[in-house]
């Protein structure tokens, strides 16, 4: 079910966002060669609780963690797991969302550890443009293929990197995840009608290699499912939770407020 979201709601989003964005900064400066993950999820689930929230993933569909920590070709929904240590050139993706007071956000940053390298820079700087082309086009009036067609062109075509199709962005708020779907490809023009009031995520998951698909994999002292690159390529993802409205996109969970600027609401 779609639900368009009230200024109150919107404004308890960007405050749930605010933390969300906070907990990311603060993770980066921490992050080093030979940290355990299992001290990610610590310190990601701590920041939220002294900020008067919580971790809005645990307890969905099982799921145990604050996060959720996807490591090289891990593309999404791999968990932190205790003994796995960080090495030197990894490319981290740490996703979480925040409750704060019943207001939902969700985004996902990565993040490489000690040295990067060419391809690695390369590849994450093509993934965060993906995401602000989609979010440009995120206004009153376009329609949700214009997101994807606008991030498939850019990664496929510009850059020739696989752009995961069976993961997608969402609605949200104030359940985690909501209608409407929305794809990071697709044909401009086509697809539901972006309205005022909606809160959305766009997140794309892009592969080095330039094979879009994914394999499952499983964790194997839990069980729990998880993607990889299909050609086992590096992969990136940074996420961002957006409200449409008669202004344009607002970034809810803006970690640069002078890059977006533009992007982020106006103070009343």
């Known amino acids: 079910m779609l639900t368009l979201k009230s200024k109150r709601e919107i404004e308890g989003m960007a405050h749930s966002g605010a933390i969300l964005a906070a907990a990311h900064q603060m993770l980066k400066p921490k992050l080093y060669v030979g940290m355990d993950t299992w001290e990610i999820e610590q310190l990601i689930d701590n920041f939220i609780q002294a900020h008067d929230a919580t971790a809005s993933e645990k307890g969905v569909d099982g799921y145990k963690y604050a996060t959720c920590i996807s490591i090289n070709e891990e593309v999404a929904h791999a968990t932190p797991r205790k003994g796995l240590k960080l090495k030197n050139h990894d490319v981290v993706k740490v996703d979480f969302c925040v409750n704060w007071h019943g207001y939902q956000s969700d985004s996902a940053w990565t993040y490489v550890v000690g040295e990067s390298t060419p391809e690695i820079d390369h590849l994450m700087q093509v993934a965060h443009t993906a995401l602000y082309l989609g979010i440009k086009q995120a206004q009153p009036g376009n329609r949700v293929g214009d997101i994807g067609a606008a991030i498939q062109d850019y990664v496929e ?90 202004d344009g996109p607002k970034i809810l969970t803006s970690q640069d407020p002078i890059g977006d600027q533009k992007f982020l609401l106006k103070k009343a």
């Open 157 to 246: 075509n510009q850059n020739h990197m696989g752009d995961v199709r069976e993961l997608i962005g969402h609605g949200i708020g104030p359940s985690v995840h909501e209608d409407p779907e929305i794809y990071h490809y697709g044909v401009a023009h086509h697809g539901l009608r972006l309205r005022p009031g909606m809160v959305i995520t766009i997140e794309p998951m892009i592969n080095a290699g330039g094979d879009w698909g994914l394999e499952t994999k499983v964790v194997p002292e839990t069980g729990w499912e998880y993607y990889v690159s299909a050609d086992h390529s590096l992969s990136a993802q940074y996420e961002h939770t957006l409200a449409i409205t008669e």
